[in-house]
């Protein structure tokens, strides 16, 4: 089963907004610093909107509580692997692997089974993502702890797009279940936050403050588009085409920070549009 083209449309404006917001991480300076920001945003606009917008049904309560605390070991472990190993590596390796836990996640959890060709379209996609990985070269031949961590992170990106995709539709309204998720998401991380850099956190915030109000509001969007989509259609199908980030962020990063757009990039473009189309046409 595919996505209608509309919502397939709008995954990928959320997929070249998550790269957005990835750029901002990127060159904001302390990430953790930077990503406590766009929580305390999410914070902000979660419980404020939440007297407009009511409970969400009991049954998603637990996917809530569940999709927070993956979000959280998501945050920290992404982290971790941006001290050991290059954006370059990091980013399609964590992000790469994730349709694949998803959909079979999905056949486990929700019984959506994706057609042989679907089949085909996700792993294309996912071989032109994770592709990227050797554009530097084989990643584990610099520090094998960045690959352990990235791999790290592409199960908790499954993980948590899992928890979310069956707790919306639990909810009874995708856009209940987007505020109260931001709202509780960002709790945890402050208080991390708050903790590693006592007596530093306020200063750092001032000067991160851009780039982490920037971050904040595109990763919202980004995030509560994938989340309404996932109430929309196939789980598998919307973590393949949000994935596409990887590939904006290339351009990204070739167009505003001045990187090289080589032959590995184009390939993986390539292979990515590929698995989309691919995945489209299966339904």
């Known amino acids: 089963m595919s996505l209608p083209l509309g919502v397939a449309a709008l995954v990928l404006l959320a997929a070249l907004f998550h790269a957005t917001w990835n750029a901002a991480v990127k060159v904001g300076g302390d990430r953790l610093v930077v990503m406590t920001l766009y929580n305390i945003v999410g914070l902000i606009v979660g419980w404020s909107a939440i007297p407009f917008l009511g409970l969400p049904e009991p049954g998603a309560w637990p996917y809530l509580i569940a999709s927070s605390i993956f979000h959280t070991g998501y945050y920290l472990v992404l982290i971790r692997a941006y001290q050991h190993g290059d954006l370059s590596h990091v980013y399609p390796l964590a992000r790469g692997m994730s349709p694949l836990l998803v959909a079979i996640g999905a056949a486990v959890l929700a019984g959506e089974h994706l057609s042989a060709l679907g089949v085909?379209?996700?792993?294309?996609?996912?071989?032109?993502?994770?592709?990227?990985?050797?554009?530097?070269?084989?990643?584990?031949?610099?520090?094998?702890?960045?690959?352990?961590?990235?791999?790290?992170?592409?199960?908790?990106?499954?993980?948590?797009?899992?928890?979310?995709?069956?707790?919306?539709?639990?909810?009874?309204?995708?856009?209940?279940?987007?505020?109260?998720?931001?709202?509780?998401?960002?709790?945890?991380?402050?208080?991390?936050?708050?903790?590693?850099?006592?007596?530093?956190?306020?200063?750092?915030?001032?000067?991160?403050?851009?780039n982490g109000l920037l971050a904040g509001v595109i990763s919202i969007a980004a995030y509560g588009l994938v989340i309404w989509a996932m109430s929309q259609g196939p789980m598998a199908s919307v973590s393949a085409i949000r994935e596409t980030s990887v590939i904006f962020a290339a351009i990204i990063g070739a167009v505003l920070l001045k990187e090289r757009f080589g032959k590995v990039r184009i390939v993986a473009t390539m292979l990515v549009v590929t698995g989309v189309v691919t995945l489209q046409l299966s339904g």
């Open 120 to 210: 085909v379209g996700v792993t294309v996609g996912c071989a032109g993502i994770t592709s990227l990985v050797l554009e530097r070269g084989l990643p584990w031949r610099q520090d094998p702890r960045a690959v352990l961590y990235a791999l790290t992170t592409s199960l908790f990106i499954g993980a948590y797009t899992l928890a979310d995709g069956v707790g919306v539709r639990e909810s009874g309204h995708a856009l209940t279940y987007i505020a109260w998720l931001v709202a509780l998401d960002g709790m945890p991380l402050v208080v991390i936050a708050m903790i590693r850099r006592r007596g530093r956190l306020g200063p750092a915030l001032l000067a991160n403050w851009r």
